[in-house]
């Protein structure tokens, strides 16, 4: 069964440590996501579990570049899940991304989860169950020109993530728009 993943628009950066590359995030929350969904944060089944192999992703990709960073913690509370993200030193792609949370041109996050028990709600689907599989870094930005500032002021470095930024940007901007 393919993982559903579920970007929360309302998730958010909640502190930055640029020294360590810390992040402390809000990776998901119980208020309806852009599909309708609800995922219910406290029914996560498998926290223990997922902390064996904490990663961190950049959009949901498992093959073309690898993790961007490791989940230090996790703090499951009613009404969202909070996690610290240490990212990759020494990585310019995951440094680059990293950077791009600093300035905060990056804002979202988004899980990949199985779910296990769900049920139907008014405007989409709730999952009262679920098991964690990944949380990604995301680039569903409020303001798409911000992927253009960004890569205008040389914030991005890495090649690969430049090139990617660049060809979804005039997407996001449709689909924003």
């Known amino acids: 069964m ?3 993943i579920r970007a929360d628009p309302i998730a958010s950066t909640l502190s930055i440590d640029s020294g360590k590359m810390l992040i402390r995030s809000v990776i998901t929350t119980d208020r309806p ?10 029914g996560l089944r498998n926290a ?3 902390l064996l192999n904490p990663v961190v992703l950049w959009a949901h990709n498992r093959s073309a570049v690898p993790p961007i960073g490791t989940c230090s913690w996790l703090d ?4 969202r899940i909070v996690a610290e993200t240490r990212f990759a030193q020494g990585v ?3 440094e680059d991304v990293f950077r791009l949370y600093e300035q905060g041109i990056l804002k979202g996050w988004s899980i990949g989860f199985l779910p296990r028990r769900a049920g139907r709600r008014a405007g989409g689907l709730r999952f009262d169950e679920w098991e964690l599989l ?3 870094a995301v680039p569903i930005p409020d303001n798409p020109g911000a992927l253009t500032l960004a890569i205008q002021k040389g914030c991005v470095r890495d090649p690969y993530l430049k090139d990617w930024l660049t060809r979804r940007r005039d997407v996001l901007s449709r689909l924003v728009a």
């Open 2 to 4: 393919d993982p559903f």
């Open 33 to 42: 996501d852009r599909s309708g969904d609800v995922v219910v944060p406290a």
């Open 48 to 50: 223990d579990e997922f």
């Open 76 to 79: 499951i509370q009613p009404h």
């Open 92 to 94: 310019p792609f995951a």
């Open 134 to 136: 990944e949380y990604s």
